[in-house]
C-alpha cells in the first residue's frame, strides 16, 4: 500500500478482481450456478462495479432485496438477469417487468401484482418464495397449494413463467438447516404436482453453499463470500481460500507530542501512560466505524498494530503511536487482507461485538470508493 492522494481523508479500495475471484473460487467449491449477492450496495462495495465483477468471474444471475437496487443495476449497464425478493405492500410491479426484473414472490398477493404487470408479449419472471423455518418472508406451507395453482394458471396463459423457487436458511445448526431443506423439498414436490417446473431451485447462502453441500441444488445465493468475507466464526477468509476485497484506510490528519497523564477524546476514558506521540485518523462512526470499538479496533500504521484510543468520535479518532515516527499523511489501515498484515475486518467486528457483514456494510456514503485491480 502507498500514501493516500493529496486532499484525500479516507477511502475505501475495492479490488474487484479479488470478487471476480472469490465467485471463481467458490463456484469450483460449490460446482453450481452462483447468484451474486449484492444488495446494499453490495455489502458496501458499490453495487454496479461488484456486480460487473462477480459477472466476469461467473456469476449466473444477481440477487437483491428490492426492485430499486435491480433498476438501480440496470441503469449502471447490468443487463445480466437480476431477482429482487422483498416488496413495499401495494407497489406495482410494472417497472420491474419493463427492465425484466425478476420477483421473489412470497404471497398470493404479490403474486397476481406480478401477473397484473406482465405486458401482452411478455411474461413476468418469478421465482416463489417458501418459509421453511426463517420466520420472515415466503409462502407459508398452508397457502403454498392455492399459491402453486394460481402460478400455474397464470403460467398457461402466458403472463407468468416461474423460473425458480427458492428459501432461505436460520444456520442456526446443521440439524436445523437440514429440516428446513426437508421442508424445501415437500414444497418442490408439491410445485410438481401442481405442474410447475422451476429451473432454478436455490436455498443456500454462502454458509451452507460452503458447509452443507446438500443445499447447493441448482444455485447457490452468495454474499459475504463474494467479498472475500467468512460467514464462519471459526474460518479465516484465508482459510476458505478468499481474498478480502475491501481496505479501508484514512490519511493521518495530525500528529502531536503530549505528556504523561494526558487525557484523549470525549470522557478521558484513555489516559497517556507516558510521553507519546497521538495519530489523528480522519474517520468516525459517521463513516461506520462502530463507537463500540473505542479502545479496541486495531489499525496499522507504519507497519505497526496499533489500536484505537478513547473514544471513537463521529469524524475521528486518535491513535497513541508510542514514540513511532508517524508523520502527517502516513497511510493509516483500518482493516483489508490480513494476509497482507492488514487488520481484519473480523477484529473490528469482535470490538464491536457484531459481525463482518455489518462492519462493511455500513461504512458510509462520506468514504469514497476507489477501484483498484491489484
Ligand atoms: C443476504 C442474503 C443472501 C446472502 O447471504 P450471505 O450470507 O451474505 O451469503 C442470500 N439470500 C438472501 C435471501 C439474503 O437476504
Redesign the pocket.
Known amino acids: 500500500m502507498s500514501r493516500l492522494a493529496p486532499g484525500v481523508l479516507r477511502e475505501a479500495l475495492i479490488d474487484t478482481a479479488a470478487i471476480a475471484d472469490n465467485v471463481r473460487q467458490l463456484r469450483r467449491l460449490t460446482g453450481v450456478e452462483i447468484i451474486a ?1 449484492v ?1 446494499a450496495d453490495a ?1 458496501g462495495h458499490g453495487a454496479v462495479r461488484s456486480a460487473a465483477a462477480a459477472l466476469r468471474g461467473g456469476a449466473a444471475r444477481l ?1 437483491v ?1 428490492d426492485v430499486a437496487e435491480a433498476l438501480q443495476l440496470r441503469r449502471g449497464g447490468i443487463d445480466a438477469p437480476i431477482l429482487a ?1 422483498l416488496h413495499a405492500p401495494g407497489t406495482s410491479f410494472d417497472e420491474a417487468a419493463a427492465f425484466g426484473v425478476e420477483l421473489g414472490i412470497s404471497s398470493m398477493d404479490q403474486l397476481q401484482r406480478a401477473g397484473a404487470a406482465a405486458s401482452a408479449d411478455r411474461p413476468v419472471w418469478v421465482h416463489l418464495k417458501l418459509e421453511t423455518g426463517l420466520g420472515r418472508n415466503g409462502i407459508a406451507p398452508a397457502d403454498a397449494g392455492a399459491v402453486f395453482a394460481e402460478a400455474a394458471r397464470l403460467e398457461r396463459i402466458g403472463r407468468l413463467r416461474v423460473v425458480g423457487i427458492f428459501s ?1 436458511l436460520s444456520n442456526a445448526s446443521h440439524d436445523d438447516d437440514l429440516a428446513a431443506l426437508a421442508r424445501f423439498h415437500e414444497g418442490l414436490s408439491a410445485a410438481a404436482a401442481a405442474g410447475l417446473q422451476p429451473q432454478v431451485r436455490h436455498i443456500a ?3 451452507a ?1 460452503i458447509d452443507l453441500p446438500q443445499t447447493r441444488l441448482d444455485s447457490v ?5 463474494i467479498y472475500g468475507l467468512s ?1 464462519f466464526e471459526d474460518r479465516t477468509s484465508a482459510d476458505l481460500g478468499l481474498r478480502p476485497a475491501m481496505t479501508l484506510r484514512a490519511a493521518v490528519a495530525a500528529v502531536r507530542r503530549v505528556p504523561a497523564g494526558q487525557g484523549v477524546s470525549y470522557g478521558y476514558t484513555y489516559r497517556c501512560e507516558r510521553d507519546t506521540t497521538l495519530a489523528l485518523v480522519p474517520i468516525g462512526y459517521a463513516d461506520g466505524i462502530p463507537r463500540q470499538a473505542s479502545n479496541a479496533g486495531p489499525v496499522l500504521i507504519g507497519g505497526q498494530r496499533l489500536r484505537v484510543a478513547g473514544r471513537i468520535a463521529m469524524d475521528q479518532f486518535v491513535v497513541d503511536v508510542g514514540d513511532a515516527p508517524v508523520a502527517v499523511g502516513d497511510e493509516a489501515i483500518i482493516f483489508g487482507d490480513a494476509t497482507l498484515g492488514a487488520p481484519a475486518v473480523e477484529e473490528w467486528a469482535d470490538a464491536a461485538s457484531t459481525i463482518n ?1 455489518e462492519i462493511v456494510s455500513r461504512i458510509g456514503p462520506r468514504v469514497p470508493r476507489r477501484e483498484v485491480v491489484e
Open positions: 449477492v444488495k455489502y440477487g432485496t425478493w432461505h447462502a454462502t454458509a453453499a445465493r452468495l454474499g459475504i463470500g460467514p457483514y
